[in-house]
């Protein structure tokens, strides 16, 4: 039974505005009395004592995770991949949100490298070089990538509250950043001791925000980079070397190997203050990648499985089939999940239950599920320059999500937690703005499909955007833009004659000849808005139009 609001509730929903300007957080800087970050036990140590173990460990779970594949039924290909039926919670879902928080959050400070964006969670390389006047200013040239790690103190996380407020947006699940790129993990991995239950803040985020969102009823995601910048290998002789993302040598760097990957000889004094914690291996992928995402899924029990750091080496060399098909088989007859198309160099848009796209916002619809993830304003990661005045408005952010919805999508929106894990009130405040907005409108969001058309030309001077239940009974017109006069036109509908029509929360119906009218031609029906509408004090991000729909 759909809810009936009161005109005063929905009249209140009109009145979401954008929290009071306030001014950005204070600059971080290097603390006084600061002294280096050392590890209890090095990287040489960790090879001697943990080496061994952790590759034997390995093998018996990759073992583990082709035993699984081999009894199937999907097999670790693409082919067999894309036999995967997308899970109906994932298409009804709609709105995710995505934590953008590590060891970079501590910093909080990115400059915009890209049309439409800048990274501050790539700040623990780019403090090397493209921000290393930044980083000399704020931190000191004497300041290492791992003296973060103690200044990374999860001090007001609390993923009880954190989750409700997920949950306030009207968001269906959310996907914490587990693994960025300097491969510090947001759980207790048995297979670094570069995470957060060995370091700082000493406690297993992971556990704890996974247990909430089964309490609090939300779907639960594994991020995952398959690339980290650099990590300890094992080469012959039981020699050190340094293994690199990139194939370009760092100025001043010794080569041991000029292939693919590029690999450096490994400097004690540098690089234990840069990769702490990461126990060196022979072999990247097979010894460290596969069992550590494996456990990830064994133990949290991921509803989404969310690759990144794709794009330098093929899905092959990842060997990301492999875990996409174990975490299907694992899966199957119990629970519905679903993974993206990031398993490697050209698989976006070619592979996955769902298509990723990255500030771009795909423009034209499309016949397969997608996402659109970004932030709510140019930031990827904790920012401490952003303000109200920096980031987009909650009419903006709401009308985006008409968008990506009315084009087959959902909407990933990230949220930048600082190091201490406070969410800043500007973000907080938006999707408490989201939430109200959804709770007398979500009906036009939730669980819908593409209608025919997406949108209306804006020739008319409005913004109209389409969706449908799922049952095609019903199709939504959201308009964005308030009617410079008394009628809306909604070119594209076409409504049931002698149907009532409704506007989301207005408790009375809108009686056709009365308040409606189908033309029958071009333009396809004229909505006349309530008197009462129209003489609020504020408007809404949007409209929503209901009618019965042929």
Not at 306 to 324: I, K, N, Q
């Given at each position: 039974?759909r809810e ?10 009109l ?5 009071p300007?306030?001014?950005q957080?204070?600059q971080p800087r290097?603390p006084?009395?600061f002294?280096?970050y050392r590890?209890r ?14 590759m034997a460990?390995?093998?018996r779970?990759?073992g583990l995770?082709?035993?699984v594949?081999?009894?199937g039924?999907?097999e670790?290909?693409t082919?067999?991949?894309?036999t995967?039926p997308v899970p109906e919670?994932?298409r009804d ?5 995505f934590l953008?928080w590590?060891l ?5 400070y990115?400059e ?5 964006a800048?990274y501050?969670?790539w700040y623990l390389?780019?403090?090397y070089?493209?921000?290393a006047?930044?980083?000399a200013?704020a ?9 973060f ?5 999860a001090?007001?996380f609390?993923a009880?509250?954190l989750?409700?407020?997920v949950?306030?947006s009207?968001?269906?699940y959310?996907?914490p ?17 570069r995470d957060?239950a060995d370091?700082?803040?000493?406690l297993d ?8 969102c089964?309490?609090q009823?939300l ?6 980079s ?9 080469l ?6 340094l293994r ?8 001043g760097a010794t080569?041991?190997?000029g292939g693919?990957?590029l690999?450096?000889?490994?400097d004690?004094?540098?690089?234990n203050?840069?990769v702490s914690?990461?126990?060196p291996v ?18 949290y029990?991921p509803?989404i499985?969310w690759?990144?750091g794709?794009w ?5 060399y990842?060997r990301?089939?492999?875990l996409v098909?174990?975490f299907?088989?694992?899966?199957r007859?119990?629970k519905?999940v679903a993974?993206?198309d990031?398993?490697g160099r050209g698989?976006r848009?070619h ?11 795909i423009?034209?619809?499309l016949?397969?599920?997608?996402e659109e993830?970004r932030s709510m304003?140019e930031?990827?990661g904790?920012y401490w ?10 009419d903006?952010l ?5 968008r990506?919805?009315?084009k087959?999508g959902?909407?990933m929106?990230?949220v ?6 406070r ?13 109200a907005w959804?709770?007398?409108n979500?009906?036009a ?5 593409p ?5 209306d030309s804006?020739?008319l001077g409005?913004n109209?955007?389409?969706?449908r239940?799922?049952d095609g009974k019903?199709a939504?017109a ?6 410079t ?11 049931v004659w002698e ?7 207005y408790p ?5 000849k009365e308040s ?6 071009a333009?396809?029906m ?6 009462e509408?129209?003489?609020a004090?504020?408007?809404p ?7 019965e729909?042929?």
């Amino acid at each position: 039974m759909r809810e009936r609001h009161g005109t005063a509730v929905f009249l209140a929903a009109l009145l979401i505005t954008a929290a009071p300007l306030s001014a950005q957080d204070p600059q971080p800087r290097r603390p006084p009395g600061f002294t280096p970050y050392r590890y209890r036990q090095g990287i040489e140590e960790l090879q001697r004592r943990f080496s061994g173990p952790m590759m034997a460990e390995a093998a018996r779970e990759v073992g583990l995770l082709d035993e699984v594949n081999r009894r199937g039924p999907y097999e670790p290909t693409t082919e067999s991949l894309l036999t995967h039926p997308v899970p109906e919670w994932y298409r009804d879902a709609k709105l995710g949100v995505f934590l953008d928080w590590g060891l970079y959050s501590v910093a909080g400070y990115g400059e915009k490298r890209f049309a439409r964006a800048r990274y501050p969670d790539w700040y623990l390389d780019y403090m090397y070089n493209v921000l290393a006047p930044y980083h000399a200013s704020a931190w000191g040239a004497d300041f290492e990538r791992d003296d973060f790690i103690p200044l990374f103190t999860a001090s007001r996380f609390d993923a009880e509250a954190l989750v409700a407020l997920v949950k306030a947006s009207g968001a269906r699940y959310l996907v914490p950043f587990s693994k960025h790129h300097d491969g510090f993990c947001l759980w207790a991995s048995r297979f670094t001791e570069r995470d957060v239950a060995d370091m700082s803040p000493g406690l297993d985020v992971t556990a704890r925000l996974a247990a909430e969102c089964r309490r609090q009823g939300l779907k639960h995601g594994f991020y995952f980079s398959v690339e980290e910048w650099e990590y300890p290998l094992l080469l012959d002789g039981d020699r050190l070397g340094l293994r690199l993302w990139s194939t370009e040598t760092p100025p001043g760097a010794t080569v041991e190997s000029g292939g693919d990957p590029l690999v450096l000889a490994f400097d004690s004094a540098r690089h234990n203050r840069m990769v702490s914690g990461k126990v060196p291996v022979r072999d990247f992928v097979a010894q460290y990648l596969l069992p550590q995402a494996k456990e990830f899924i064994d133990v949290y029990d991921p509803d989404i499985l969310w690759f990144d750091g794709d794009w330098t080496r093929p899905a092959s060399y990842y060997r990301t089939p492999e875990l996409v098909a174990y975490f299907y088989n694992r899966a199957r007859g119990r629970k519905e999940v679903a993974a993206n198309d990031r398993l490697g160099r050209g698989t976006r848009g070619h592979c996955g239950d769902f298509y990723t796209s990255e500030t771009d916002e795909i423009v034209a619809p499309l016949n397969h599920p997608w996402e659109e993830n970004r932030s709510m304003g140019e930031s990827y990661g904790y920012y401490w320059k952003d303000s109200d005045a920096t980031l987009l408005t909650t009419d903006e952010l709401v009308q985006m999500l008409v968008r990506v919805v009315a084009k087959g999508g959902n909407l990933m929106l990230l949220v930048s937690p600082d190091g201490t894990g406070r969410i800043p009130e500007n973000q907080a405040s938006r999707l408490r703005e989201i939430g109200a907005w959804l709770r007398v409108n979500g009906e036009a969001i939730f669980d819908t499909r593409p209608h025919s058309v997406a949108c209306d030309s804006s020739q008319l001077g409005q913004n109209v955007w389409y969706t449908r239940s799922k049952d095609g009974k019903y199709a939504y017109a959201i308009v964005f833009s308030p009617p410079t006069g008394e009628s809306v036109v909604l070119k594209s509908a076409k409504p049931v004659w002698e149907k009532n029509v409704t506007i989301l929360g207005y408790p009375h119906p809108l009686a056709p000849k009365e308040s409606w009218v189908d033309t029958g031609s071009a333009y396809g029906m004229v909505v006349k808005i309530p008197e009462e509408l129209r003489r609020a004090g504020s408007r809404p991000p949007a409209w929503v139009i209901r009618y019965e729909t042929r």
